[in-house]
């Protein structure tokens, strides 16, 4: 059994492996929290470091925690887990699915903190890539079409909702599905991750219902992932919300396992 002592050393190395330097020195009610977090959960093979980091930035993101959101960007960006282009991304899909204002604050931070890397290594930062051209069409009516495309590919579902209103139009099917998701800058499984916490935190009962349902048929998401996607959040977002994500979770499970087996069923 580990003792007291190994745990706190154990997630010390941990924490200096996670967030590229040095865990606090001095021992608080604290302590305990950070041991459990950096010695146990970041080291859980269910999802890899780099995985972790898509659920935690929407998290301090969203917990308007200055210094946490700070901490996270630059370990991010400095372990090379990230590069700033998934990270430019990450606060593009945050802003939808977290809010626009918080993705102002969360951006300034990625502003600040590669500059700070570059700043501490000696090193101009580089030029960005260009934005433009983008990958979609610019034609309003292949954009649409390619939005409700999207919508029912990446929700696993057969419809996508109508044209004729500002936030399915001009929203839903013009900007998220038919750019964002499709943006190169950041994969499919990633965006995935960033979604769970998102609507994990909002308590939005379809969203939530609706992205763990699609992350799982997809299989962008495996069920051992979706798990730990839970264990992970509750460390930075708190239980209580983590609780009712689990409750989806398994609820859509069971849903997605029935719905394998009818589809297996009906091929053989």
Known sequence: MTSDTERHELSRRSFAEVMTFSAPDDVT????????????????????RRDRRFVT???????DAEGPLRDHVYAALNSGDLTI??????VLHFAVYGGWPKASRFNIAVDEQWERIHRERGQE??????????TTPS?????????????????????APIRDNPYSGAGILNFVFGEMWLRPGLGMKERRLVTVACVAFQD???PILSHVYAALKSRDVSFDEMDELALHFAAYYGWPKAAHLNQVIDEQKRRVTGEWAAEAEAVS
């Open 57 to 63: 930035l929407p998290c301090v993101a969203a917990a």
């Open 139 to 159: 034609d309003p009516e292949a954009r649409l079409s390619v939005g409700e495309q999207a919508f029912r590919e990446i929700n696993c579902i057969p419809f």
């Open 85 to 90: 282009v998934e990270m430019r991304e990450t």
């Open 29 to 48: 009610a604290a302590t305990t929290m950070l041991d459990f977090v950096f010695a146990e959960v970041w080291r859980r093979p269910g999802l890899s």
């Open 125 to 134: 930062v580089p030029v960005p890539e260009p934005l433009l051209p983008l």
């Open 204 to 206: 939005a009962p379809i």
